[in-house]
C-alpha cells in the first residue's frame, strides 16, 4: 500500500508468486533480473523486466556459435527441474536449428543426479539409434550447458573429466567468480552470455565506473552483472517518477512504458509498443586464460516467447 513501484527479484519463479499480487493493487513490477520473456504476458500490463530475455541470450548463443566459432553441431545439456533453464535450453536449440545448426543430444538432468554430465553421452546414444547418423554427443561442434548458479562450474569440470574438449556455451547463470575459476583451471573455451562484463578489464566504460563506485561504497566488487541490474532497475523507475511527474502507479506504469534509449550500466534500454521486455544488446565473454568481453550485439533472429 502506498508505493509507486515495486523493484527487485531475479529468479521467474519468485516473480511469478509476487507479481501477481502486486497487478492486482494496481502497482508496477520491475524485475530486476528473471529473464523468463513470457512473464509480461503472465502478468500483464504492471510486469516489466529491466533485463532482456532468455530468448534473446539464447538466439545470441546460437548466433555466435554459428558465425563465430563456425559451429554447425551442438549438444545441449539443462537441468530439468527449473523454468529458466528449460526456456533457454528451448530457445537455444530453436535459434540454432533455424540458422542451419543440427542438436545431436539434448538430456535434461536433475540436480540430485549421481552423474549429470554422462546423461549427455546416453541421449546421444539414444538419438543415433533412432537416426542413425553415427554422431554423438563428442562429435558436437558446441556444447550448451542451461545450469542454475550453483550448478554451473561443477557441469564445467565434469565435462572436461570425460573427455569434452569442445567451447562449452552457456547463459548469465554462467556469470560467477566460481564458473570463471573452473573454466581458466580446465582450459578455458567457455564462452556465456551476460548483462554486463562486471569485473572484466575490457569491459565498457560504464562497467569499469561502476565497478570502482561500488568497491568505494561496499568494500567489494560486485559479484556479477545483477548487481548492475539492481542499479538500472531502481534508476529506470526513478527516470519514470521524473518525467511522470507524478508518484502515482498508473502515471509510473505509463511513463516506464514510453521509457526509451535509457542508459543503465546494463546498456541503453528502450521499450517498444506494448512490449514490456526491453531492447538491449547481449554481452558475450569468452574465459581463456582469464575472462574477456569478446562481443556485444542485437542478434539477428530471436524466437518468439
Known amino acids: 500500500a502506498g508505493v509507486s513501484a515495486i523493484i527487485g527479484l531475479s529468479d521467474t519463479d519468485q516473480v511469478l508468486a509476487a507479481a501477481p499480487i502486486a497487478a492486482s493493487a494496481g502497482v508496477p513490477f520491475v524485475t530486476s533480473g528473471a529473464t523468463s520473456p513470457r512473464l509480461p504476458a503472465e502478468v500483464p500490463d504492471w510486469l516489466f523486466l529491466a ?23 551442438a549438444a545441449v545439456l539443462y537441468d530439468s527441474e527449473l523454468d529458466h ?35 549427455l553421452g546416453d541421449a546421444a546414444e539414444e538419438r543415433r539409434g533412432r537416426h542413425a547418423d553415427g554422431r554423438s554427443a563428442a562429435d558436437a561442434d558446441v556444447l550448451f550447458v542451461a545450469a542454475a548458479p550453483d550448478e554451473a562450474a561443477a557441469l564445467v569440470r565434469g565435462l572436461r573429466r570425460a573427455g569434452y574438449d569442445q567451447p562449452i556455451m552457456g547463459g548469465d547463470s554462467f556469470d560467477s567468480d566460481a564458473l570463471v575459476h573452473t573454466a581458466e583451471a580446465t582450459g578455458g573455451k567457455v564462452y556465456f552470455t551476460t548483462h554486463v562484463a562486471l569485473g572484466v578489464s575490457s569491459a565498457s566504460l560504464a562497467a569499469r565506473r561502476f565497478d570502482a563506485s561500488f568497491e568505494a561504497v561496499y568494500g567489494r566488487p560486485p559479484q556479477n552483472a545483477f548487481a548492475g541490474l539492481g542499479y538500472d532497475a531502481v534508476g529506470l ?32 534500454l528502450s521499450y517498444r509498443g506494448d512490449d514490456r521486455v526491453p531492447l538491449k544488446r547481449v554481452t558475450m565473454v569468452c574465459v581463456g586464460r582469464r575472462p574477456v568481453v569478446v562481443a556485444q550485439f542485437t542478434p539477428g533472429y530471436v524466437s518468439e516467447p
Do not use: M, W
Not at 532482456?52 to 554447425?72: C, K, P, T
Not at 537455444?92 to 543426479?113: C, I, T
Open 51 to 73: 533485463c532482456f530475455g532468455d530468448n534473446a541470450q539464447a538466439a545470441a548463443s546460437a548466433q555466435y556459435a554459428v558465425e563465430q566459432l563456425g559451429a554447425r553441431s
Open 85 to 119: 533453464t528449460r526456456v533457454l535450453r528451448r530457445y537455444f536449440e530453436r535459434s540454432f536449428r533455424a540458422q542451419g545448426g543440427h542438436v545431436l543430444a539434448s538430456a535434461g538432468y536433475k540436480p540430485a543426479d549421481d552423474d549429470a554430465v554422462a546423461l
Open 237 to 268: 523507475v526513478a527516470a519514470a517518477i521524473r518525467r511522470a511527474e507524478s508518484v502515482e502507479p498508473q502515471a509510473v506504469r505509463d511513463a516506464i512504458q514510453t521509457t526509451q534509449r535509457y542508459r543503465g550500466v546494463t546498456g541503453t
